[in-house]
């Protein structure tokens, strides 16, 4: 007998980990028995571990089993599956759990009765059950550099790059609203269709971030960095801080009306216009004598002349020109040009494209503003706040 034991050891194995039959025909039949095999039999058959599932309508559930000594095993099942399966050792551990929850809809997925030893016969008990929590609401990330801050609700999402980045799982038929909580320093962020009613699928929407040129004059009471003022009639007031009539506190830029005949101009530092279909947009607020008085936006293309905004091609999209300044003897020095004169009525928001021309170029802004000479309005002046160059 020990002569036959003999002749199935090899050099390398360990009798301390096996065990041994020998047969009647003098072969001899051997099996692991340490810890590290978990006592499975090397010529053991294979076992299934069958479970089912209940509740799966997403895509993307990978369940996983970590069976002791063996690499983790992954199955990825598919949408609306009821069973999965895994093939294990006999006398195998096993560790069934959720790898990859489900998504489109978003699902959490449980796993019950998913520990064991197999023991000689399949594993049919291991249940899996998910729950949905809703539909993916996503912000897709167009041309961030920086730091976005993006809010549906109560719920706040800091986005730090381009792609897709998803709020909390949105059940059907509630309603969202996604909006921007804090723009990046330097760009201008917009949303495409960022309200409604979430219904049976996923929602992504679409942020564009631009490069843009951001003054409220609200660092300093001075003017400015870049900023100039040039005054082309100097006779009368000149633009100046104002924390008396601010579109948003402390600052804005200001020129008073006054009985004199004066023209007088804010202007930008020089803009880069790296795009086309660039944009402005500011606040502005007004009191004028009705067709008299008032104020045009002026523009300067690569050191050209300043030049009405119009003319140079740009398009007013709100809050346009209100009138015409009278000219003749004694008018002011924009007579005869479409201008914003009368009373705006408080603050309104002007938007305008900026010409084709400046695609490419840089640009100077200018508020030019004249009075005519004779009286004016009580508290008659323009303000301006809030200057934005989608760029």
Same mark, same amino acid.
């Given at each position: 007998?020990?002569?036959?034991?003999?002749?199935?050891?090899?050099?390398?194995?360990?009798?301390?980990?096996?065990?041994?039959?020998?047969?009647?025909?003098?072969?001899?039949?051997?099996?692991?028995?340490?810890?590290?095999?978990?006592?499975?039999?090397?010529?053991?058959?294979?076992?299934?571990?069958?479970?089912?599932?209940?509740?799966?309508?997403?895509?993307?559930?990978?369940?996983?089993?970590?069976?002791?000594?063996?690499?983790?095993?992954?199955?990825?099942?598919?949408?609306?599956?009821?069973?999965?399966?895994?093939?294990?050792?006999?006398?195998? =551990?096993?560790?069934?759990?959720?790898? $990859?929850?489900? /998504?489109?809809? *978003?699902? @959490?997925? &449980?796993? +019950? !009765?998913?520990?064991?030893?197999?023991?000689?016969?399949?594993?049919?008990?291991?249940?899996?059950?998910?729950? =949905?929590?809703?539909?993916?609401?996503? $912000?897709?990330? /167009?041309?961030? *550099?920086? @730091?976005? &801050?993006? +809010? !549906?609700?109560?719920?706040?999402?800091?986005?730090?790059?381009?792609?897709?980045?998803?709020?909390?799982?949105?059940?059907?038929?509630?309603?969202?609203?996604?909006?921007?909580?804090?723009?990046?320093?330097?760009?201008?962020?917009?949303?495409?269709?960022?309200?409604?009613?979430?219904?049976?699928?996923?929602?992504?929407?679409?942020?564009?971030?631009?490069?843009?040129?951001?003054?409220?004059?609200?660092?300093?009471?001075?003017?400015?960095?870049?900023?100039?003022?040039?005054?082309?009639?100097?006779?009368?007031?000149?633009?100046?801080?104002?924390?008396?009539?601010?579109?948003?506190?402390?600052?804005?830029?200001?020129?008073?009306?006054?009985?004199?005949?004066?023209?007088?101009?804010?202007?930008?530092?020089?803009?880069?216009?790296?795009?086309?279909?660039?944009?402005?947009?500011?606040?502005?607020?007004?009191?004028?004598?009705?067709?008299?008085?008032?104020?045009?936006?002026?523009?300067?293309?690569?050191?050209?002349?300043?030049?009405?905004?119009?003319?140079?091609?740009?398009?007013?999209?709100?809050?346009?020109?209100?009138?015409?300044?009278?000219?003749?003897?004694?008018?002011?020095?924009?007579?005869?040009?479409?201008?914003?004169?009368?009373?705006?009525?408080?603050?309104?928001?002007?938007?305008?494209?900026?010409?084709?021309?400046?695609?490419?170029?840089?640009?100077?802004?200018?508020?030019?503003?004249?009075?005519?000479?004779?009286?004016?309005?009580?508290?008659?002046?323009?303000?301006?706040?809030?200057?934005?160059?989608?760029?």
């Amino acid at each position: 007998m020990r002569a036959q034991i003999a002749r199935c050891l090899t050099p390398a194995a360990s009798v301390a980990a096996m065990a041994f039959t020998v047969l009647a025909s003098g072969a001899c039949s051997m099996s692991w028995d340490d810890a590290s095999t978990g006592g499975a039999s090397l010529n053991a058959p294979a076992r299934r571990i069958h479970g089912t599932i209940s509740g799966l309508a997403g895509m993307g559930l990978v369940l996983t089993d970590t069976s002791t000594g063996d690499p983790a095993t992954d199955v990825s099942v598919a949408q609306d599956a009821t069973s999965f399966d895994f093939a294990v050792d006999n006398g195998a =551990t096993y560790a069934i759990s959720v790898k $990859a929850n489900p /998504h489109s809809p *978003v699902q @959490s997925c &449980v796993v +019950a !009765n998913g520990m064991g030893r197999v023991m000689d016969q399949d594993v049919t008990n291991v249940v899996v059950v998910c729950t =949905t929590l809703g539909f993916l609401l996503g $912000a897709d990330v /167009h041309g961030l *550099v920086g @730091s976005l &801050v993006l +809010a !549906n609700a109560a719920q706040t999402l800091l986005v730090q790059s381009d792609g897709l980045h998803t709020f909390d799982p949105v059940p059907p038929g509630t309603a969202y609203a996604i909006s921007v909580v804090t723009q990046p320093l330097t760009q201008r962020c917009t949303l495409g269709m960022a309200s409604g009613v979430m219904t049976s699928a996923d929602v992504a929407v679409r942020v564009q971030c631009l490069d843009s040129f951001l003054e409220g004059f609200d660092q300093s009471a001075n003017l400015p960095s870049g900023w100039s003022i040039t005054p082309l009639v100097p006779t009368g007031q000149p633009w100046h801080m104002s924390n008396a009539s601010a579109y948003s506190a402390p600052n804005c830029a200001r020129v008073d009306g006054t009985g004199n005949s004066f023209d007088t101009a804010l202007v930008t530092p020089l803009i880069s216009i790296v795009r086309a279909g660039a944009q402005l947009r500011f606040h502005h607020a007004y009191e004028t004598e009705q067709g008299y008085d008032g104020g045009v936006l002026e523009i300067q293309i690569d050191n050209g002349k300043f030049q009405d905004i119009t003319a140079a091609g740009g398009t007013f999209m709100s809050a346009g020109y209100t009138g015409t300044i009278a000219g003749g003897i004694g008018a002011s020095s924009l007579g005869g040009r479409n201008a914003w004169t009368g009373s705006s009525g408080g603050y309104v928001t002007t938007a305008i494209n900026l010409p084709p021309a400046a695609t490419g170029k840089t640009i100077a802004l200018r508020w030019r503003w004249a009075n005519d000479g004779t009286n004016t309005v009580p508290n008659g002046g323009w303000s301006v706040d809030n200057v934005v160059v989608d760029r």
